[in-house]
Structure formats: structure tokens, C-alpha cells
């Protein structure tokens, strides 16, 4: 949280075959994944994917160029494939188009489908690249690729320490921070932390590093804060992120 969170990159192409029996290949780039779900559906979510979880708003995902993701059913005829990819007025961006396609199904025997495992995920992504990079600074969108920070930019030795003891394969490309490039230090949309479990949101709520982070990102309104706020956008800057543990979540 404190350095932002991870864009890890494929190490190879994905493919996937749509409803003309064709591969289209998911270009290789750094993306981090979210989930769209109701509380009482995280308990199941953190089975899969893990147990603590740090939850926004959507706007830090559309600030980040994020967009939740296309479902689709490569067994049926529908109006995305071969359609959505044989079109695009700007071929430079064709091929991110991809990143945002995902098949409903997971493909247990080849050729049958069984479940809507990945619908049910409700995945929205951010993704990033050396190319889209380029594309931005070419398009004079330079204030994007602040948003985005290469990990050899943080001077903490501690931080790639932790960084070559967790990402033994190297996968790590790039990092999101947390704060706004519009609001300086703060983090507007980052809206709630759900703790694996009561005794680690106690933990928590008692460790005076993590205490500060928080601050920092959500600092204390003042009165003369509270006197020129008028709009409920503005009121975000202040607003503290709900911290409930997992457990707990399956009551909502």
C-alpha cells in the first residue's frame, strides 16, 4: 500500500479461441486485476485469490484507463468475435482491445464447458506498457504516465528486499500509487481494507506505520476544510476507508 499496488506481466502470450474456431493472442502486459463483488460474495472470492483485500472506488480504475472486462461465451455466436478486433480506426491500439475479452467459461476438458467460473469473478483491469507509455507521451497525455512508476524508482532498499523474496519469477513491472495526480499526496478513491481476519484488523488498528500510511493518504479535515467543501467528490479526500475483517463480510 505504501508504494502502490503491483502490475505484474504475463510470460507469454494467452490465447483464447473464439466461436470461429480461431486463436487471437491477449497481448503480453503488466495489468492488475479487481473484483467487482457484493461483500457477502468475498468470502468465496478469498478462497481463490486470498484473504486480504484492499478495495476503491471506480473512478481510480477509469482515472488509470481501467475498464471492467467483456465476457463472452467462445461456444456461441455473438457480436464481439470476430467483429470487436477486425475494426479499429486506430491499429496502434488494436491489440489492447484483447486484454479486455475474457471467455464466461473455464475450459475443463477441451471442447466442454462447464461452469461460468470466470463470469462470476466480475474482474475489471488496468494495464500498462512500455508501448502504451509511448503511445500516451505520443498523444500528449503525459499526466497519465504519472500514474504508472517503474519499481528501480523507489529508493527504499527494504522495499526490493521484499520485492526479490515475493516475485521470485519476476514479474513485476510496474507499480500503481495509491495517491491522485490531481490531489497531491492524498488517495481519494481508495475506500476500504478487509483484513483476513479479527485479530489482524486489530493488529492493524494498533501499528503505528500502517496508522500513519492511512493518514497520509486520508488526512483529518479541518474547519476550514469543512467550510469550503460543497460538492460530495470533495469530501472524499477525507474519508477515512472502512476496515472490516473477511469474516465479517459474509453478514452484508
Known amino acids: ?55 476503491f472506488k471506480r473512478m481510480f480504475v477509469f482515472n488509470r484507463m481501467g475498464f471492467p472486462m467483456i465476457y463472452f461465451h467462445p461456444e456461441k455466436e455473438n457480436w464481439l468475435l470476430p467483429p470487436f ?32 467460473k470466470q463470469f462470476d469473478e466480475s474482474e475489471w483491469r ?13 498523444t500528449e497525455k503525459d499526466c497519465l504516465c504519472r500514474l504508472f512508476k517503474k519499481p528501480n524508482a523507489i529508493p527504499d532498499a527494504l522495499f526490493h528486499e521484499y520485492i526479490k523474496e515475493c516475485d521470485k519469477n519476476k514479474r513485476l513491472e510496474y507499480l500503481i500509487p495509491l495517491e491522485d495526480s490531481e490531489s497531491g499526496k492524498c488517495s481519494r478513491w481508495f475506500a476500504m481494507i478487509i483484513y483476513p481476519s479479527l485479530a489482524v484488523k486489530v493488529a492493524s488498528e494498533a501499528d503505528e506505520e500502517i496508522r500513519n500510511e492511512i493518514l497520509r493518504l486520508k488526512p483529518k479535515a479541518s474547519k476550514a476544510d469543512m467550510n469550503v467543501l460543497c460538492a ?14 473477511l469474516a465479517a463480510c459474509r453478514n452484508f
Open 85 to 116: 478486433l477486425s475494426g479499429s480506426r486506430d491499429p496502434e491500439i488494436k491489440e489492447f482491445w484483447a486484454c479486455f475479452l475474457k471467455s464466461m467459461d473455464e475450459e475443463l476438458i477441451p471442447g466442454q464447458f462447464l461452469e461460468y
Open 232 to 245: 460530495s467528490a470533495a469530501y472524499e479526500k477525507y474519508s477515512r476507508p472502512i476496515e472490516i475483517n
Open 1 to 55: 500500500m505504501k508504494y502502490g499496488l503491483w502490475m505484474n506481466r504475463e510470460t507469454d502470450f494467452i490465447e483464447f479461441r473464439n466461436n470461429r474456431n480461431k486463436r487471437i493472442k491477449i497481448p503480453v502486459v503488466a495489468r492488475t486485476c479487481f473484483t467487482e463483488l457484493k461483500l457477502s460474495e468475498t468470502w468465496l472470492h478469498a478462497q481463490k485469490f486470498g484473504r486480504l483485500g484492499i478495495g
Open 126 to 138: 488496468i494495464i500498462y506498457s512500455k508501448k502504451i507509455e509511448e503511445i500516451l507521451k505520443s
